[in-house]
């Protein structure tokens, strides 16, 4: 054991974040402390990113009407998706795929504009300042999850007329919406797989050494 190590009973906490996170869409109203959405938002900061770019910007949505208007724009896309969908399309528009009329919190988290100026780990893989926001989203999700919070991430928007729609400058591309605060109880599996949308595959199939056997 290295003996940077945390104490056995710090490590079982980090395990455990990862382990119970999950994707929320059921919330349970309410709202979360100013102090702990500072903590969150201070956690999904602490991410890694490409170049040290930090192309992350947060845009917490607390007027009303901004967040029945994202809400439209998500049931726009979850109907395109349903029918893009085909024969899948009634067994998804039976999944529920968001909370944002109950969720205490919205946040949306955005690709700053300008990231063109920045080359550093991102010549040949310029997707790496999504992957940076990616990071953040994550840092954010385990935190919640520590304070006991739910969160979900949603991605069917069309990314264009979320932008224009709070005011963001040409170039900037959010990417999530965040549906964050107290929750009844976490599900104990991925809710896709409890709906028997899909089944997660065991590490050990995606797993090889040396040459790709996946
Ligand atoms: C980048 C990203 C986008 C996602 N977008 C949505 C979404 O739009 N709607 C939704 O219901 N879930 C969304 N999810 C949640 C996934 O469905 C979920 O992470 C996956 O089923 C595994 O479940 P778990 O997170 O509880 O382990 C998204 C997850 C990620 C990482």
């Known amino acids: 054991m290295s003996g940077h190590a945390f104490s056995p009973e710090e ?14 869409r059921h919330f349970a109203g309410g709202e979360v402390p100013a102090d702990t959405l500072a903590r969150l938002l201070e956690a999904a ?5 490409v170049g040290l770019m930090q192309p992350w910007r947060f845009i917490r ?28 399309r009634d067994e998804f528009m039976r999944l529920k795929v968001e909370g944002i009329g109950q969720c205490a919190e ?3 988290v955005s690709l700053m504009d300008g990231r063109e ?10 997707e790496m300042d999504l992957a940076s926001v990616a990071c953040a989203v994550q840092n954010l999700w385990l935190a919640a999850r ?29 990417v999530a919406i965040l549906c964050l605060g107290p929750v009844e109880a976490f599900y ?6 409890l709906e028997g949308w899909t089944e997660p595959r065991p590490l050990d199939e995606l797993l090889s050494e040396n040459q790709w056997n996946c």
Request: charged letters at 25%.
């Open 117 to 126: 100026g920045h080359l550093f780990g991102r010549r040949t893989l310029p």
């Open 146 to 174: 520590a304070e006991g919070l739910g969160m979900g991430w949603v991605s069917l928007f069309d990314p264009g007329a979320l932008a224009e729609l709070l005011g963001a400058p040409s170039g900037a591309r959010p």
């Open 106 to 108: 919205l946040l949306v």
């Open 61 to 88: 949505i607390t007027r009303p009407d901004l967040r029945a208007a994202i809400a439209a724009l998500v049931e726009q896309e979850r109907q395109r998706t349903a029918e893009a969908l085909g024969e899948r």
């Open 45 to 49: 900061h602490a991410a890694p990113s």
């Open 11 to 24: 490590r079982a906490a980090v395990y455990r974040a990862i382990a119970e996170r999950r994707d929320m």
């Open 188 to 193: 104990p599996a991925p809710m896709l797989a």
